[in-house]
């Protein structure tokens, strides 16, 4: 199982980015994902999940309406758009494979997003 996530980056407060996972080693169609972050210093925060046709999503309050997790299953690719980013979204994004019975197994190595003026 390989995840790798990417699209990270520097961004100012208002801005937007994408993140990317392609997954590999796995039939990617037939798995629940998540996104996850980590901001310096604290503990991982669960940030949003997807069931396996993309038609049920749920999110964190705090990204509740400025972020979109969607995935397309021929490409086996897993997104996160991210709108009105704030300072307080600066962390480590890892992309996770979440199936309903076993919880989170697989993680990718992360990509980091940085929110400053």
């Known amino acids: 199982v390989l995840l790798a996530d990417s699209g990270g980056g520097m961004v100012q407060p208002g801005g937007s980015l994408r993140l990317s996972c392609v997954a590999s080693?796995?039939?990617?169609?037939?798995?629940?994902m998540s996104w996850v972050r980590q901001a310096p210093g604290k503990g991982p925060e669960w940030v949003s999940h997807?069931?396996?046709?993309?038609?049920?999503?749920h999110y964190a309050d705090s990204v509740k309406g400025r972020f979109t997790i969607s995935r397309d299953n021929a490409a086996n690719t897993l997104y996160l758009q991210m709108n009105s980013l704030k300072p307080e979204d600066t962390a480590l994004y890892y992309c996770?494979?979440?199936?309903?019975?076993?919880?989170?197994?697989?993680w990718g190595k992360g990509t980091l997003v940085s929110v400053s003026s």
């Open positions: 080693g796995f039939t990617f169609s037939t798995y629940d």
């Open positions: 996770v494979r979440d199936p309903p019975n076993d919880g989170m197994d697989y």
């Open positions: 997807i069931n396996t046709e993309g038609s049920r999503t």
